[in-house]
């Protein structure tokens, strides 16, 4: 067992909008993300299931054909769905949890 607090966990530069700090497991994580406005989170998939929780802020997600803004909400994305996501805010938060393989 760990245990761990957001405070101490290392801040992860994505891009000059983009990002985030994690905590894994050995077959889990969890992510806090952060993103200023006009942020972009490319459109990708992964065979993990998504579940996304907007703590702060408001962003717009891209999956399966059909657009969704998010604000204080959560939001479930299926495995192997493509997903984009943009931020509508000068700054918002998402905590998500992903199940993932180690590899190697």
Known sequence: MQTFRWDTVHT???SDKIWRKVITGEK???AQVFIAKG????THQHESE???????GALEF???GRRLSCEGRGLYIPSNVPHRAVALETRWIWMSSVPFARTG
């Not at 942020?39 to 490319?42: C, L």
Request: hydrophobic fraction near 55%; proline fraction near 5%.
């Open 28 to 30: 889990a994580m969890v």
């Open 50 to 56: 998504q579940i996304t929780y907007i703590l702060e």
């Open 39 to 42: 942020g972009v989170v490319p």
């Open 12 to 14: 992860e530069v994505m």
């Open 62 to 64: 891209d999956l399966e």
